[in-house]
């Protein structure tokens, strides 16, 4: 245990309190998903997320892998940049992510190149998550995946299809695409998330939030890390 770091004991302990004497109709698991469910490390190196490995194995062709990297190296240092405020990195983020969407559709994104990046980008969900998704489920208690992920829903789903574990209490809210007949991207679904809106807020925009989930705000708790 003297590996973790709890930036804020008093807020922890709160929030413990909170979830005493809950039984699990009441209780919903938040996760985000690139990092966090996934490993963060792949031999020592960094993984990269869904769209990353799109991106550094070359599936769509050296012209996009090169515009791919220019946005990030552009707009990346704006969303890590602790001086720039909350309302510009919005705007900032939105529009990469909008832009980063029309290349890939532009470079003719396909549910097969999805599939066949994923298979083999070695990318593994981290030690212990096949008992964490079975043990909320056999508690009926719903795991929300809530990711910003480039590669949208598609991604996450073909990920958890391989390791069986997209159960029916696990929902997905990203971002996801419209495809033609033939498995080809045609556009984005909106609202688009990115990495500074992912509050309750997205959340209403997504059927399963009024239908199957009660999200208490008492007890909705969503950090960006």
């Known amino acids: 245990m003297e590996n973790i770091i709890i930036p804020n004991p008093t807020r922890l302990e709160k929030i413990k309190e909170n979830f005493r004497g809950l039984n699990s109709s009441q209780i919903q698991v938040v996760s985000d998903f690139d ?123 073909l990920m958890l299809q391989e390791q069986k574990l997209l159960l029916d209490n696990v929902y997905l809210v990203a971002n996801s695409f419209v495809w033609d007949d033939r498995g080809r991207a045609l556009k984005v679904q909106e609202p688009i998330i990115h990495s500074f809106n992912k509050d309750e807020a997205v959340l209403q925009n997504f059927p399963f939030f009024l239908k199957r989930l009660r999200i208490d705000p008492i007890l909705f708790y969503w950090e960006i890390v």
């Open 35 to 157: 990092c966090t469910l996934t490993t963060n490390l792949i031999e020592g190196r960094r993984a990269p997320s869904l769209v990353g490995i799109l991106r550094e194995g070359n599936y769509l062709g050296a012209d996009y892998s090169a515009k791919a990297q220019a946005l990030s190296d552009h707009y990346r240092p704006i969303e890590v940049d602790p001086l720039i405020p909350l309302e510009e990195k919005k705007i900032a983020m939105e529009t990469w992510w909008q832009k980063h969407f029309d290349l890939l559709i532009a470079s003719n994104l396909n549910k097969a190149d999805m599939e066949k990046a994923i298979k083999q980008s070695g990318l593994q969900l981290r030690s212990g998550a096949e008992e964490f998704f079975n043990f909320l489920q056999q508690k009926n208690i719903p795991l929300v995946i809530f990711s910003a992920s480039g590669l949208g829903q598609e991604g996450i789903e």
